[in-house]
């Protein structure tokens, strides 16, 4: 079929497919069509040519952040505690920073966890109820530390989170 036709007018209808060759694309897509094209290419070659590369974006990063944790004095221990306060001569602070900063956040602004200096807790907000969480952890996300810290360090801590706010 196709080998018997002849090309005299512009429209051709093959199997109910009508193809128009009068038409030609509106300007603004010839526009639109070249210039991503010319667009691909100068982005392409500017990242390509440039020697820029996120694995030296990432290392820059790493040592500017490397460069300011060592420039930065040790955090002084947190708020005075009076002898009466369980856990009095641990360092509190340390032990967040350690054990629990990283789902909490540094002052436990939150994170993955929730923030520790909102007003009301799940829970409860007594030290009691702080340590319990701390030493049988919670569901949902909240790990126990009973078989990692000591009754005088986790007395500690419910002290600690009591005090950030």
């Not at 512009?10 to 038409?23: L, M, Q």
């Not at 500017?46 to 790493?62: A, D, H, P, V």
């Not at 040790?74 to 340390?94: C, I, K, M, T």
């Not at 030493?135 to 419910?158: E, H, N, T, V, Y």
């Amino acid at each position: 079929m196709l080998e018997e036709h002849k090309h005299e007018h512009p429209t051709h209808n093959f199997d109910g497919i009508v193809e128009n060759r009068e038409r030609t694309p509106p300007i603004y897509f010839n526009i639109l069509f070249y210039g991503l094209i010319a667009w691909g290419l100068v982005f392409s070659a500017y990242f390509l040519l440039s020697g820029w590369s996120s694995e030296g974006e990432f290392k820059q990063e790493m040592a500017d952040f490397q460069q300011q944790t060592q420039s930065t004095p040790p955090r002084a221990q947190g708020a005075a505690r009076s002898a009466d306060q369980p856990g009095a001569a641990l360092d509190a602070e340390a032990l967040y920073l350690e054990h629990c900063a990283v789902c909490h956040g540094d002052k436990g602004e939150g994170g993955i966890g929730p923030d520790l200096r909102a007003g009301g807790f799940e829970y409860g907000r007594s030290r009691e109820k702080i340590a319990e969480s701390i030493s049988q952890g919670r569901p949902g996300g909240m790990p126990g530390f009973a078989s990692q810290l000591s009754a005088d360090k986790i007395q500690a801590l419910a002290a600690y989170v009591l005090e950030l706010k």
